[in-house]
């Protein structure tokens, strides 16, 4: 156990969980960001966090991975020793072909053999020999998301990891974080703007507004979760309330979104 230079306590997560937080705080410019957030996800559950821009969900993920040295409060912070990060862009090295990224930092005779099996599980087997420059948006999002799991973490943070890919390529890359979920199970906290996204991969999805999580659901829409279906549209209609915006006209309310420094 230490104590966080921000006052947190730093703990290893107890048997079964992934991610215990309570009360952390995060201010920005002499404004509070987080005010006392509490989170816990269980061991293997998949959790999407929404929330307005600028309400804090990308420096709850920054505070987990460790490279926020700001975020204080006096409670507890709890995160597994193996966390990845998959971000928005893919941020692949751009002189290092695409073998070279996915091992990077892997040690072991077998690492260049794993990082091949991570390729061909994102569907890449064939390309390791490509530059970045070569691949579409997608494929990189593949290869960052290879590079991520290959270390076969406990905890997955994806920031709006498919956030700057078409439609139709999104749908193939949410088909794709399923099928990685299932195989290899991590924890996973996902970070979208997109109400959809978090109905279609998440088990829970929180709210976060205010510095605090607003709303906390269990995602029960049965396989396949198809947006025709009631059930997904009763559930749709209650995040897009959550977070201000009228479900038939998709227009926001007068809340105070922009009351955050935007640091999400």
Same mark, same amino acid.
């Given at each position: ?42 061991? +293997? ?165 205010? +510095? ?53």
């Amino acid at each position: 156990m230490a104590t966080h230079t921000g006052g947190l306590t730093v703990t290893a997560p107890e048997a079964g969980a992934a991610v215990r937080i309570e009360g952390l705080v995060r201010a920005f410019g002499g404004r509070r960001v987080l005010d006392g957030l509490d989170l816990s996800l269980r061991a +293997g559950e998949f959790v999407a966090m929404l929330g307005r821009s600028g309400s804090g969900k990308s420096t709850v993920l920054r505070a987990l991975a460790g490279v926020d040295h700001d975020a204080g409060g006096e409670g507890v912070l709890s995160a597994p020793a193996h966390v990845s990060v998959v971000f928005q862009d893919a941020r692949l090295l751009p002189w290092k072909r695409v073998l070279a990224n996915v091992a990077l930092g892997l040690t072991g005779a077998d690492a260049e053999e794993r990082a091949r099996t991570a390729l061909a599980e994102v569907g890449l087997a064939g390309r390791e020999d490509a530059w970045p420059v070569e691949l579409s948006g997608g494929e990189q999002q593949r290869v960052s998301l290879a590079r991520s799991l290959v270390r076969e973490p406990e905890l997955l943070l994806a920031d709006e990891p498919f956030g700057a890919l078409d439609a139709l390529t999104r749908t193939r890359m949410h088909a794709l974080l399923a099928r990685l979920y299932e195989r290899h199970r991590p924890a996973v906290l996902l970070v979208t703007h997109d109400v959809d996204e978090a109905v279609a991969l998440a088990d829970r999805i929180v709210v976060l507004d205010g +510095g605090r999580i607003a709303a906390d659901l269990a995602v029960e829409v049965p396989a396949p979760r198809r947006p025709a279906g009631a059930e997904y549209a009763a559930l749709r209609e209650r995040l897009l309330a959550r977070l201000g915006v009228d479900a038939l006209t998709g227009r926001e309310d007068d809340g105070p979104e922009s009351r955050y420094a935007p640091h999400d």
